[in-house]
Every structure is written in C-alpha cells, then in structure tokens.
C-alpha cells in the first residue's frame, strides 16, 4: 500500500490489484471499495440486499463479492465514508456512480468535470444519471460516463461547471 | 456571512429582532446566541484582554470557555455564546474584568427539585441515560447548559459510523431528532439555558442557574455526562479573533448558518478536523489546507479522502507557528517539522480569515473534581478524567459519569455508556436488568475493539477501580 495516511488518498496501484475484470463489471454496475482501513464501521454489510459485502467482525475491512453485487447502489448511498462507488462498462463508454454531497447538483446530460482523488481535473464526463435522496440519511448518487477506459481507475469526484 | 443554501440542512428563518450592540441596533433572528448574531453581523471582537488590551472573540460556542463573556443589560461576564438574544438587549464590549452589579436584584427567585436522578449534559450519553431511566419510570432532571438540547449531536451533519444497532448510516442531526422525540414523548422533565455551577457535599445539592433564576436540586443519584471541550495549542496570535475551535466553527456554519471565514485553515488531522473541514466544504467555504504535526493522518482515512478529492491539501509533519492580523486573523504562518517534530527553517504563508483548533478535546471535569471525585490524568483519554467502577460509578457514591467526560471517544460509544450508567442506577433501584446489560456491555466491547480504540483502552485500564 502507499503512504496513504501521509497524504490522505489512494493510489491507483492501491486498488487495481482487487478491482473487478472488465467482464464483471460489462454485465450491470458493480461496487468497489476504498476502504482499506479498519475502523469500527458497517452499515454497506447491513444495507445489501444480496449479501454481496462481508466483514469478519465490524472492525474488519470490507470485502465485496463481485458475483453476487448486482449493482443496486445501495451500499453506496449509505456509506458513512463516501468509499463505495459502481463501476460499469457500457456499450462503447465506461460510467463510475459516486456519493456526492454538494451543491448545486449537475443535471443529467451536463458535461461535468472529471476529478481524480487529489481534486486534479483529469477530463470530462456527462452525467448520465442523478439520484437524489430527499431522506436526508443518504447521499445523493451521481453517475458519470466517458471513454477512456484507464479513468475508470481514477474519476472519483466531479466538479460541475460554473457551480 | 449568512448561508442560504446547503445540500443537508435547511435553516428557518422567520421574524427578525433588534437587540443593541455598544449602543447601535443590530438585527438577529430570535432562537440564536447573542454571540451568533454578532457574528451573523460582522462583528468578531467580544473584548479586550484585561491587561494588554488585545482583541478577543469566540472560542467553543458551548459555554466552556469563557472567551466571549459580554456586559448585557448591566451584568458583565456574561457568556454569550449560550445566552439567546432577547429584543431590545443592550449588549457591551467589556474592558478588562467588568465591575460587578451594584444591586443583586437580578437573581429573581429560588426553586427546589429533588429528583431520583439528576442527569447533566444533554448530549448522546445524557440523553440516553435520560430514555433509559424514564422508560422505567424513574424520575429524571435533565440539564443543558445550551439553548438546544442534544449537545455536540446537533451539528454533525454527516454520517455516523459504528454499527447499524448505534444508528450507524445515520447523520448526527438525525440522530439527536430521534432522541430528543423520544424524550419529549416520555415527558422528561428537562431544563435548557440551565448552567449548574457549584455543588455542596453536605447538603446533597447543586445549584444552577435558569433565566436568573436559582435551582436547587437534591438528587438521589447523578450521571455527569457533560462532555468536552477543545484544547488549544500555542503558537503566536492565538487569542487573535477568528482562532477558534473547529467545534464552534461547526457551531456557527451548521446550527446557525453562518459562515465562519471565506478561507479558513484547519489545525488537526484527527476525525474532529476532517469532518469539520469536509462540513465547511458543504457550506460553501473554501477550506485552504488542513496540517497535522505528526507524521500521519490521525482520523479516518476516508474522512481524508473526502477532502482530497475536493482539492483540499492534507500536510502531515507540518503545524501553525504565527497567526497574523489586526482584528481578527488575516494570515497563517505555517511550519514543517522534522522526523523529531521540531520546527525547521520551512515555513511557508497562506492568507486565511479562520484559523480552526481540531488539536484535541479534554474532558469537562470540573464539577466531578468539586464533587470531590478522584481523579487522574489520562492523556490517551484527553486529560483529567474520574477513576470508574465497571458500572461507570465513581469514587463518589451513586455518581456515575458516561460520554466523553470519562475519556473522548465517539458518539455511539457515549450513547452506549449513558445507557450503562442508567441500567447500573436502575440495577440498585432494584430492576432486573442484568441480561440488557450483559449485552450492552458486549456491545460496547465490539464497539472498541478496533486499533483505533487500543490506547484508549490502555487508558480506561488505569481508571478502573474495584
Ligand atoms: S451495489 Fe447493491 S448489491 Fe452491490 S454490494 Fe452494494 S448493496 Fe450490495
Ligand atoms: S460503510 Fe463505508 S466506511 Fe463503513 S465499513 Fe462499509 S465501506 Fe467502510
Ligand atoms: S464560553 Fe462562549 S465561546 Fe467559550
């Protein structure tokens, strides 16, 4: 792992070795981890319907069973962490679904900016989907699509233009 | 400085009142501090320091410091951080330590209470020790020094972690709407804007004071759950208005919509800086670094990743040398450490409005010490903190404590412990609940089972008595 805990983010190199194939995750969303750290925490394993998430005890790390996330976002909405997001490969594009807990919200087909885990705009994407949760337990769920497939590693914010 | 959007919270704002401020009209809204409203006009200076006359503002916002006493309506020393605003309040500058009231008229009545319990601090663990108490039909005096009831729950606008049991998932406001529903409809009996002050052992009673009013309550049993407060740290310009606490911050920005500073600086990598900095990214306010002096992140890792995300550089190895302004902060001056944590020759600038204290909490003691509680220092558990039965009883005979007073830890955890602390006073009033206790005790142990809790565990060890 990297010094994460010196600079407060991840690297890719961090992540890429657990990361779903491209298979898994062509078929429906499927839900990936940045929590790499154990603290005393587990509402994604309470919040899935499908059992997909399993923590030893609640101090444990989380573990996602890829075949058996179906992509619904729950465990997303509800993180405390905002470390849950779903990736996908759809038809000729890649989309990342994230917590967001800002305002002003961007509209679906707004072109957004890209951010990478250090705020560093690294492209842009259209929003392709926008959940927003009224019951203010949850966040709101923002998916983005675009192109290059090595984003999928990296988008993990977004920025909305003129916001 | 008045915020008008934010993603989680709404802020109702209805009819205006005018109180005066060294003679001139300033509008607030009724329900908020005379502080706040200062603030929500612009004016950051309280006082001036007795001696060298230095500008002085708000520091904790929760009635713990005495940093932003006032003269109001002819009284000096008053704190008006927890004081709501009243029409026609005539509100002053005080010049050193202030003269005392010529007539004592002030003080307008006495009134007696004497209840089974007496429960102090209205955060999670008072108010679980309340619901646990009262579901049983015991009968509960609950005080708050604050105007609103629910302590440091009501300005946690994020989500809490532990398990789904503690309300994890669930954001603090939440949080304390649900308790504080349930207290109402058990018809607690409570009391806010209440500050008890003073307790004598031979007669069995602590004196507060209400609305210039004189209580004195006899309780049979007591749970002090009345938290903690900052800890400042020294560096240049420290007393300099617009340093303040992170908590106030959050205090100013998330209970009453107020912004804090436009650019502020966060002092502290712990979970209290992080949230607070993420908390001021949501409403709006551009949060310019946060710097730790150790060499890691303390907090969460996912709370820092919330922030980097947003751009918000994390400097670990780095702390606050000088804060540097006329009436209130204008510019930071920071400093990198060595691997010994001595300062080196780096030191770089950031212009700042806000300078947020997130360096550590130190339990609320005081009154447990006059009590006559023994104490002892725990510097893993933030300070001076009383020694505990398993039960959560003190030296003091039918004194129990829960919450961050016994040693900082989390809001599930407070919630847990006021709930022991009430099934212990409820076990000796002859309830059968040792099996809800066992588990509860379980819980709690889960709860602190992770590395993050292993020297507070070390530390609750040398408070254990019995
Ligand atoms: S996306 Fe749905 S199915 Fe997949 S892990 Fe999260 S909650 Fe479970
Ligand atoms: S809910 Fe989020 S922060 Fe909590 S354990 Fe699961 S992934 Fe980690
Ligand atoms: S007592 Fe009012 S700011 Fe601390």
Redesign the interface.
Known sequence: MSN???????EVSDIIDNFPSEDVFSLHPVAVS??????????CV??CPTKAITMQ???SIPVINYEQCIGCGKCVQ??????LFLVFKNKDSYEITLPY???PLPKVLDEVYL??????RIGTGIVKRVIKVEK??Y?SLITVSFKEKSLIYEV??IGVKNG | MEIFEHPILRFERKSKITFFFEGNPVEAYPQETVAMALYRNGINVFSYSPKLHRPRGLFCAIGKCSSCLMEVNGIPNVRTCILNVQEGMKVKRQNGLGDLPKTSEFLKSEKEYSPTVLVIGSGPAGLMASITLKEKGVDVLLIEQNPNLGGQLIKQTHKFFGSQKEKAGTRGIEIANELVKELNSLDVNYFTNTTLFSFYPRENVFLAFKDNELLKIFPKFVVFATGASEKMIPFEGNDLPNVMGAGAAQTLVNVYGIKVGTNVLMVGAGNVGLIVSYQLLQAGINVKAVVEASDKIGGYFVHAAKLTRFGVPIYTRTTIKKAVGVDKVEKAILVELDENFNETSKEFEIDVDAILLSVGLQPSYQLLAQAGCEMKYIPSLGGYVPLRSKELETSVKNFYIAGDVGGIEEASTAMLEGKLASLSILKKLGFDVEKEKEALELDLAKLRSTPFSKKILQGLKEVAYE
């Open positions: 994460y805990l010196e600079k407060g983010y991840l940045e929590c790499v750290q154990e603290i005393p925490c587990n509402p309470s919040s005890d609640i101090s509800v993180c405390p962490g905002l470390a807990e800002m305002l951010l990478d885990r250090t705020g560093k203010n337990t966040s993990r914010n």
